[in-house]
């Protein structure tokens, strides 16, 4: 059974970067794939970027493309993705979550709690 | 883009309801990826559906997927309280990214 966990609440103000991590037990980060799905509030789902295990590589959604960058820490089986420049819509509430280890990204599931992240001056 | 879903849909216990989700060919209708995510006020999304009609392990079987041309659709049957709640699609698509839907409130009346 997959267990994500993440950190803590983050408050930053605009122009600065966050980087939320993502640790993952039960199974290690090499049989998993990882994403991020960030939510402001009331608001929908946003897919952030991701490993595609199809492509070996991390893909990220073009609004996001030089802004956020995943990475992962096999020795601990942690993940992280850092977005700089914050601005204030990017207050939210950032998951992580876990892919198939193989083939393209057809669902993520389980979800870590979620980080708040705040932008505020 | 984001799929298109209705922004509320609703019913009665026992009754039956469909969410339907729009998109393209470079997503709903290129693949049979599409997934189904059910979020209660201020928790985690949760997988219902994968794979356009798939049930996760422990998902009940009140829940159904189904798919056509660039639409997909979500089915509840038997409604009960608890399933209250947001509803998300999502789709892979050809740029190898997951897109979502802008998501769907369920209304238990």
């Known amino acids: 059974q997959v267990q994500v966990g993440q950190s803590g609440a983050e408050v930053k103000k605009p122009g600065a970067s966050v980087k939320v991590s993502c640790k993952v037990s039960?199974?290690?980060?090499?049989?998993?794939?990882i994403h991020w799905v960030r939510q402001a509030p009331g608001q929908g789902l946003e897919w952030m970027g991701g490993f595609d295990p199809e492509d070996g590589e991390t893909i990220y959604a073009q609004k996001f493309q030089g802004r956020v960058t995943v990475t992962e820490d096999t020795s601990t089986d942690t993940a992280y993705m850092e977005l700089s420049s914050l601005r204030y819509e990017d207050t939210a509430v950032y998951y992580c979550a876990t892919g198939p280890p193989t083939g393209n990204v057809r669902w993520i599931d389980p979800w870590g709690q979620g980080t708040l992240v705040i932008v505020s001056s | 883009s984001a799929l298109t879903q209705p922004a509320s849909v609703s019913g009665s216990p026992g009754q039956s309801i469909t969410i339907s989700c729009t998109g393209t060919s470079s997503d709903v209708g290129g693949y049979d990826y599409v997934s189904w995510y059910q979020q209660h006020p201020g928790k985690a999304p949760k997988l219902m559906i994968y794979d356009v009609s798939n049930r996760p392990s422990g998902v009940s079987n009140r829940f159904s997927g189904s798919k056509s041309g660039n639409t997909a659709s979500l089915t509840i049957s038997g409604l009960q309280a608890e399933d209250a709640a947001d509803y998300y699609c999502?789709?892979?698509?050809?740029?190898?990214?997951?897109?979502f839907g802008g998501g769907t409130k369920l209304t238990v009346l």
């Open positions: 999502s789709s892979y698509t050809s740029s190898s990214t997951l897109v």
């Open positions: 039960g199974y290690t980060l090499i049989e998993l794939s």
